[in-house]
């Protein structure tokens, strides 16, 4: 047994799996929930599944016989010190002294689990797992010697009560009543007012015929009997009037019901089905504007945030690695939930073998990659870097393996370059995106192989993102246009320049300043370079621009963009938008009239840009240990407002003269532009000269800073 | 989509699915319905799962329109030209013409499978399978090149009609009673005569309390509670009489039935649980303890061919490579039934990535590959493979990576060494064995390249096995004592010699003729080598004796040995057999009073070496489409028999002076010697020289030829 192994510190009972398994299947059901027009519409890459076979182990020492209940989704055995009881018993007791507990279980349909709950006995993290025992006895009744077995800790999920079986995990609901109803001769278009998700109800439904619910995301689609994206068909057959709750939830704002003469109908609402996390971030400001923005972006990454972090509720219901990475980067800004980061990771890892990239995309798998670098900063938990370190090890393989002959990421049989929705994107040859966001998964590579203590790994990784950023700026900068090219094919440097490579390079600290004051002119604020049209690369050109101190531009584009889709009536933000659109062209995408998702997680991001731009808080040492608060107005009177972190809050109330910061962890550090020398009690501070001044918080003190924003 | 993979030819539609998914998720069911006292006792090894989301995809051309009946195990949807249908259709309409059928299936709890049926449109193997489409679309709609998706050609398994679900598959049962009751006070002990196995049946169970099946293969066993490997509790509460069936099938001769006060109990019987396969070899002669041998050999097999080929009804009920790769041999002379060997290879490899060796057993790992070799020359079905062939691959790199600095197999943490049930026998440094059958399983390697046309695995699979045959004597040959050592330790060879690598290097011709004598005398008759106490490797040491002309000698042995097993009573074939042994010594193993199996495959070789080497009937080209008879009487006076083939029999009847073969397949040689040239009817005959006739023979044709044995 791998005694290096870290254990867990839970104090309570919880349901106990092998770590991804039950995230695995879970994403299995949430991904195939998608229909369209009434069709099942399952992914396009592989789904993996569970171990079928598991060993729970635990090694106790107890002072007195301790009575332990043990409830198990399976069948199972129970050993105790390398004995079988006899049968599957639901109680056992463990007499005084130390003790090995082993609890096998086979389950074919669901994920196999535990709850095992004692006095000072119960299943939590710290158990151990193996879906190969390797325990084989000879002829002559001796053990087999495991040392061989691999052991890893459980994976849990704060299911805490035996009665939460894990396989019957579904996400709770709440009735919602329609604003307006609009009756027709048999039929009912209904507006709930804004974006929601959930189970349509039927009530009073009564008569013999079909019944068919349009969904709509606009009022266009719901009366689209044709082209809606969504629907339901019923054979209605009830003799008295009855409630019918669908069976699958759907988004929507409008649907619109149309039924049989033979059938009548009282009314419609819907069980609004959420994920039941906490909102501990928040962000108000002078601007009305501004504050509406970030209330539709919370909403709207309320709605994406579900079993996994998802793209859009409409349409795919999906988990796709390059939404979900943007997520991750949200949800520290407003929920700060580790739970559901863990998950979607897992759920989109799968197992290995690896047979195609993450999503098929090969910008996808980088981006699971730094979705654990960031987890690792923003939560300092190493226990799941330890639980995930194996899968990003050989996921890493993988990609190395498929290096071109240049050491290169190239274009593969199978591969989907994405980098984002933009026409005529070239994805020939060797593209420069691909490569940074390489050098960027090896650093996490390395960082990870620090953590669990893989020299070599650590050595090794650390060589090859050195040697992959000197590539990238040797290959692709392109010191006459002063930016980063696009591509190069046959070895030779395209004439494309793009924004990807360029505003991430700014972010990622790749460029030196005078790069990235130049790219900012030959790239970012450059016309003629091809503009972005999702809010999901406007996230990045949005937080490149903000790294490089323009919150007041940032601010203007933030109400001109996310503002111009709300005076299109908008109640949660799209999955693209492009102003120079006009009435229902707005809906249409992938060739379908209402192809476009109107709920899609990459339009939230001012909750994150907001957060670690303008009040300005992240962490600089993992678990916010240390921190740095930057606070910026961009323009603003003022703003209030909190960022999470794992063992307490940061709150900030910033105007142009007064800077009011409570925090309960870590160490702070303000970095401030002040025209004058900043004052307040318990100062300890630093003049840098220039106007800019370092003041050092610790956690649990009010501080009053009276400062002159420059 | 790849052209090159092959075209079943079914003329009927089959339930479809992934090969090997139905196969492993089987597996899973059966080797988990072993028991052990009561407790569920699961095997030790990883089990693997099935894919949950499968594409099914035909491309069919039909003169008019045909209506097609679709049965899906799983959600779904249905595809034609690449546009989905609304809903799940259960039958469809394809116009006339040239069309693209794909089914795509998602289930968790079973494996995707469907079941097609139209006119000329039916499901069969010759259906493609993905388990990953990749075909996404972007955002004006345009779909992707899927060229990367890799199909395969689906597997079956003769359910033929819609009705036979895969994931519903049951063996058959048909009701036996017992032979002998002994009534006690609140107790009952059956005999039902022999071996047996399937469901106890009480009949007429009325009252409140407690009862105890005890399960026993012998009476001793049956009678002791405490001891008895197999039970079943069960708490009656019946007002009135019913029957109540028990939950798990098992193995035993005699059941003693134990109930309390208030329970009553009318009689005992049992479902008798089968493989539904068909006799089609034979074989009598003038010996009746021989012919007694070979029908209890046909019963313990009969036993032991279940949902797969396992290893002994009683205890494991487990499917083990080394087991099963004898049993593939005695199919062959007994069955021929493709699909059980088809079925036990694909559940005992299961998936990638592999994590240790076939039942965690070194040679169970060669084995497997053995196995394919010989199913290749007796069935000559390429088909499978095709579809076998990446396991195979896969398999073959873990081997290879696991090779020791001098490039041979070597003991590594979690392996498990078997070679035998033996006492003392050494596992330590680099056993010769290991190396024999990697060599072996290495030439398996080099053919299966060549039938799937990888020719740079066929040439470097090849290159490796002459090298490892080279070495195997280079470093193992001891001149000194004519045989192969046991094995190697740091660099040196050990004094040990045992049976093992010596008896295999006759029968895969690895000795020239000289060291094949040399051996017979220095270690196969040498009572000084440690001597053979289970039918598994008698097997091998009887096989390499007939292969050296031993079949007097044999005939003997076979006659001592499995003789000694009836003359104690035995119904079917043990598990150990020592006649050194007295009483219920014969039943203990592993250090347990009843732990032994009396009901073994292992035990049932009599059937393959009667057949091969007696009636001496063996393919030399692949599917019997070349076959050699060299019939040996071993001091019989008469012998008649038939042997299976893929399309047809063998049919013989020897006498010392006469032989009769009526053959309906392939071109036949039969080896004759006799002390006068054969005459017979149509002979086309060479005169070998030394009393040696080969005889050439057509099937469909009846020969009678006239001969005096040597």
Aim: aromatic share 14%; glycine share 8%.
């Amino acid at each position: 047994m791998n005694n290096t192994l870290s254990q867990g510190s839970l104090s309570a009972p919880t349901w106990i799996w092998y770590p991804g398994d039950f995230e695995i299947v879970l994403a299995n059901k949430v991904q195939n929930r998608r229909t369209e027009r009434g069709t099942f519409f399952p992914v396009f890459w592989k789904l993996d599944n569970h171990y079928v076979l598991m060993d729970f182990h635990k090694a106790v020492e107890v002072p007195a016989p301790e009575t332990v209940d043990i409830y198990v989704e399976g069948e199972y055995h129970v050993k105790l010190d390398g004995k079988a009881l006899e049968g599957s018993p639901k109680q056992i007791v463990v007499p005084a002294g130390k003790h090995k507990i082993n609890i096998k279980v086979f389950n074919q349909a669901n994920v196999p689990a535990i709850y095992v709950k004692g006095e000072t006995i119960f299943s939590d993290s710290s158990w151990l797992v193996t879906f190969e025992d390797k325990e084989w006895i000879d002829e002559t009744g001796k053990a087999s010697d495991i040392s061989a077995t691999k052991w890893v800790n459980a994976g849990s999920s704060d299911f805490n009560s035996p009665a939460q079986l894990p396989s019957q995990f579904m996400l709770p609901t709440k009735k919602q009543e329609a604003v307006a109803v609009t009756k027709g001769k048999q039929s009912m278009l209904i507006d709930f007012g804004k974006e929601t998700f959930g189970f349509i109800q039927l009530q009073g439904l009564v008569g013999k015929g079909n019944l068919s619910v349009y969904y709509g995301e606009s009022e266009a689609e719901a009366l689209s009997a044709e082209h809606c994206e969504t629907l339901d068909r019923l054979e209605v057959d009830n003799p008295s009037k009855n409630d019918h709750v669908m069976n699958l939830s759907k988004a929507y704002r409008f649907v619109h019901v149309q039924y049989d003469e033979g059938v009548m109908l009282d009314s419609v609402s819907m069980l609004y089905e959420y994920a039941d996390v906490k909102e501990r971030g928040s962000f108000t400001c002078d601007d009305a504007e501004v504050n509406r923005i970030y209330e539709v972006a919370k909403y709207t990454f309320e709605l994406n945030t579900r079993e996994f972090f998802i793209d859009g509720i409409k349409r795919d219901r999906w988990i796709w690695s390059g939404d979900a990475y943007q997520s991750y980067l949200m949800n520290y800004y407003l929920y700060f939930d580790n739970e559901t980061v863990k998950r979607t990771t897992y759920a989109l890892r799968g197992k290995d073998p690896i047979t195609g990239h993450i999503n098929t995309i090969m910008d996808y798998t980088f981006y699971w990659f730094l979705g654990i670098y960031d987890y690792y900063l923003y939560t300092g938990d190493r226990s799941f870097i330890t639980r995930i370190y194996d899968r990003m090890k050989s996921l890493m393989d993988y990609v190395l393996a498929r290096r071109n002959k240049n050491g290169l990421m190239e274009w593969l049989p199978g591969d989907w370059i994405f980098i984002d929705w933009a026409a005529g994107l070239s994805k020939k040859g060797e593209v420069s995106f691909e490569q940074l966001l390489l050098a960027r998964s090896l650093e996490t590579m390395a960082l990870c192989a620090d953590i669990v203590g893989d020299k070599e790994g650590s050595a090794g990784y650390n060589q090859l993102s050195v040697d992959m950023r000197k590539k990238l700026f040797e290959l692709y900068w392109n010191e006459q246009k002063q930016a980063l090219v696009h591509s190069r094919i046959n070895g030779t440097q395209t004439d494309n320049v793009t924004r990807y490579a360029n505003m991430f390079s700014i972010f990622f600290d790749y460029f030196n300043q005078q790069q990235k004051q130049a790219v900012k002119t030959s790239v970012l604020l450059n016309d003629k370079v091809q503009k972005i049209t999702t809010p999901y690369m406007r996230f990045y050109e949005l937080e490149a621009l903000c790294a490089l101190g323009e919150q007041d531009y940032v601010l203007r584009e933030m109400k001109d963009y996310w503002g111009g889709m709300l005076k299109l009536g908008a109640t949660s933000f799209w999955e693209e938008y492009n102003p120079a659109k006009k009435g229902t062209e707005h809906y249409s995408m992938y060739g379908r009239e209402f192809g476009k998702s109107l709920c899609h997680a990459w339009g939230a991001s001012p909750l994150y840009l907001l957060g670690k731009y303008y009040l300005g808080v992240k962490p600089t040492a993992p678990g916010y240990a240390r921190y740095t608060v930057e606070p910026n107005l961009g323009g603003l009177q003022w703003m209030k407002g909190t960022v999470p972190t794992p063992n307490g809050t940061i709150s900030l109330d910033v105007t142009r003269e007064q800077l009011k910061i409570r925090s309960t962890t870590g160490e702070g550090t303000i970095l401030l532009k002040s025209k004058v020398k900043p004052e307040g009690q318990q100062l300890t501070m630093t003049d840098k000269g220039n106007g800019l001044y370092e003041i050092q918080v610790k956690p649990g003190t009010d501080y009053t800073i009276t400062y002159k924003a420059n």
